[in-house]
């Protein structure tokens, strides 16, 4: 080896031995990252809440304590049967395989226990399509009941089950006449199979009108609520901040199915009532007018003569019906029922609702400009079919028409009505709207195709000439109100302004 590449040699050993021990003086410092850490958490709460808010908090808490075991999940057993379509078993298990013909079906909900001895009520779609011994009832602390059904009344969705259980815990109600429009509610049930689930909101409205299912009987005077619902809620319950049940959860608004803001419920004075009768006779007898009505708005009180939009307006009275013994016209305007004023449509069917065949209701009507005095007897529901007969009709409406006439200011077309459909409709006199320009003042309105114009500004029609006669005298912004007939022989009023 040559004396350079020694002398390099002894150079990098001596170059490794210093570093190294540099190294070893400075790591001999450190101190250990995890064997003696510790963090001291802080605990000091950075905002001290006001008593008022504290108190919300401690009341909801104590709410859901309470109310909670007074909640109970329904789930239901139903005779409704839906075939089953096996073309999918077929793609893996072969062409052979043969689903059973029908399968019952699966749903659940929730109820509130209003008794000690069991009576729980809940939602009539809860448990309409039960079958016998369908109905199972699961308390908070998880015993589980069979439930009978006691009865269920489909105008006010409301129905009473019961167990046979004793020393339950029993839900306190509350006047729903007292609820406001602001005021903190809890929704307390078992959405989408979460059970004990407690959500907070307001009340966002009440009175609401949502016509759930189309049931033209139906009780619509909903408490509108922002606290979460989703399917499973239907039957619990919509608690105040004392914990009083003051609705019976039954719907939300979506397009999805699911909670999208806007939920319902039925006011506990309703719900009470008519489980307090289901208990008593199973069933629920229910005093009707015989009309059928529709909120009265801006222009319907312009054309009827009102000061302004109030009442409900008599679009049709059923004959022989309590109203048509009492003297009630279409066209007239219910401004009050037993000394209460009603704006709506709703409002009138709640208050007559709560009362039984044979009672009285004393009514304020609004007629040709003056206000009078009607007293109705009213008469239990009955049913009718008075539609008419699809194939029939259209026939008769492909019949052509020797004279029509297009109201430009309307959007109508109308021609005269064929002798062959007076008989369909029950009519001898009338024109026939043919055709309604889509989203014209009377399509908007509510004119639709099919239906015969019988009267203009209470002038009857016989003849085209006679609507041009009454319109012609109409000038741009006043209002004309027609009273019409539907497919369903159904008479409506439809206020329409002139363009």
């Known amino acids: 080896m040559s004396k350079k590449a020694i002398f390099a040699s002894a150079f990098l050993l001596v170059f490794a031995l210093a570093f190294g021990a540099i190294m070893a003086v400075n790591f001999s410092n450190v101190k250990s990252l995890v064997a003696n850490s510790q963090i001291d958490f802080k605990t000091d709460p950075p905002v001290k809440t006001g008593t008022d808010l504290k108190g919300l908090n401690d009341a909801f808490v104590e709410i859901s304590k309470t109310v909670t075991p007074a909640v109970v999940f329904i789930d239901v057993t139903s005779n409704v049967k839906q075939k089953n379509d096996d073309k999918n078993f077929q793609f893996f298990f072969g062409p052979d395989f043969q689903m059973p013909e029908d399968m019952p079906q699966h749903g659940s909900g929730s109820g509130v226990i209003i008794s000690k001895d069991g009576y729980i009520m809940t939602n009539n779609h809860v448990v309409a399509n039960a079958s016998d011994k369908g109905i199972k009832v699961i308390l908070s602390d998880k015993r589980e009941y069979t439930a009978k059904l006691i009865g269920r009344d489909q105008n006010t969705d409301i129905a009473v089950i019961k167990i046979e259980a004793e020393d339950l815990p029993v839900a306190s109600v509350g006047n729903s006449d007292n609820v406001q429009v602001g005021q903190w509610v809890l929704a307390i049930g078992n959405p989408l199979g979460l059970n004990n689930t407690v959500t907070a909101g307001i009340v966002s409205a009440l009175g609401r009108n949502i016509n759930i299912d189309g049931n033209s009987y139906a009780i619509n005077n909903f408490i ?132 039984r065949p044979g009672e009285n209701a004393a009514l304020v009507v609004f007629r040709d400009g003056k206000n009078m005095d009607v007293n109705v007897k009213l008469k239990p529901r009955t049913e009718g079919d008075i539609s008419l007969n699809n194939q029939s009709q259209e026939k008769n409406n492909s019949e052509s028409e020797t004279n029509s006439k297009k109201f430009e200011s309307l959007g109508l077309l109308v021609t005269e009505l064929p002798s062959s459909m007076k008989q369909q409709y029950d009519l001898d006199y009338g024109v026939l709207i043919k055709d309604v320009a889509h989203f014209s003042e009377a399509f908007n309105r509510g004119m639709r195709s099919g239906y015969v114009i019988v009267e203009a500004d209470k002038q009857k029609i016989n003849s085209i000439s006679d609507l041009e006669s009454v319109l012609g005298k109409k000038s741009s912004g006043d209002i004309v109100v027609f009273k019409v007939v539907t497919q369903q022989k159904d008479l409506r009023l439809i206020a329409v302004e002139i363009s």
Not at 233 to 239: K, R, T, W
Not at 315 to 327: H, P, R, S, T
């Open 224 to 355: 509108q609520t922002d606290a979460v619902i989703n399917p499973g809620n239907s039957g619990g319950a919509l608690v105040d901040i004392n914990g009083l049940v003051v609705g019976i959860n039954a719907a939300i608004k979506t397009t999805t199915g699911y909670y999208q803001g806007y939920g319902f419920a039925i006011p506990m004075n309703i719900a009470k009532n008519v489980a307090a009768e289901l208990i008593k006779n199973g069933k629920i007898e229910r005093g009707y007018i015989g009309v059928s009505i529709k909120d009265v708005d801006s222009k319907d009180a312009k054309g009827l003569g009102l000061d302004k939009a109030r009442g409900v307006l008599v679009q049709n009275v059923i004959k022989g019906g309590a109203g048509d013994e009492a003297g009630l016209k279409t066209g007239d305007v219910i401004l009050s029922v037993d000394g209460k004023d009603v704006n709506a449509a709703n409002e009138l069917q709640t208050i007559v609702g709560s009362k």
